[in-house]
């Protein structure tokens, strides 16, 4: 049996029965990670639980919405702890115009999502040539290439 001895523990879930705070009205947090890999941009939401066909992944203009729902259990039985939440879980990410939101891949695997979204062809960085006259330019080669993009490196 489980034995509850955190008595702060059972006064948060009074006040969230009796302020109506946790309820199904407010969307849950839904914990992410997120890096750059190459030229994608890769974001994972941990969401045990939720069954795939309750997600729902939205993007408008630079705005990526991601929902799901865990429904709670229904049933004659006895609540012995209640510590995941229960309900809509609603994320946004505000991403930048360097990415190419209409190839946005997603999977769905052991409660984590992971999305995968291009760097857009834009925003990637590509050789300018330099065209030049070659009789009023000193040096041997035809032409110069300068590489578009950022070059600065951290330093520390």
Do not use: C
């Not at 991601?66 to 259990?73: C, F, H, L, Q, Y």
Request: hydrophobic share 40%; proline share 6%.
């Amino acid at each position: 049996m489980l034995m509850r001895t955190d008595p702060f523990r059972d006064f948060d879930r009074l006040a969230q029965q009796l302020l109506g705070t946790g309820s199904t009205s407010r969307p849950a947090i839904m914990p992410m990670d997120a890096w750059r890999e190459g030229d994608t941009f890769v974001v994972e939401f941990d969401l045990p639980g939720v069954a795939p066909d309750t997600l729902d992944i939205d993007v408008e203009r630079n705005v990526l919405t991601v929902r799901a729902e865990r429904p709670a259990r229904n049933g004659d039985w006895e609540l012995l702890a209640a510590e995941r939440p229960k309900g809509l879980f609603s994320r946004q990410l505000v991403l930048g115009d360097n990415l190419d939101l209409d190839r946005v891949e997603a999977a769905y695997d052991a409660g984590v999502l992971r999305l995968r979204i291009p760097v857009a062809e834009r925003a990637r960085p590509r050789k300018i040539e330099v065209q030049h006259r070659g009789a009023e330019m000193s040096g041997s080669a035809d032409s110069a290439q300068i590489e578009a993009g950022s070059s600065t490196e951290a330093t520390g």
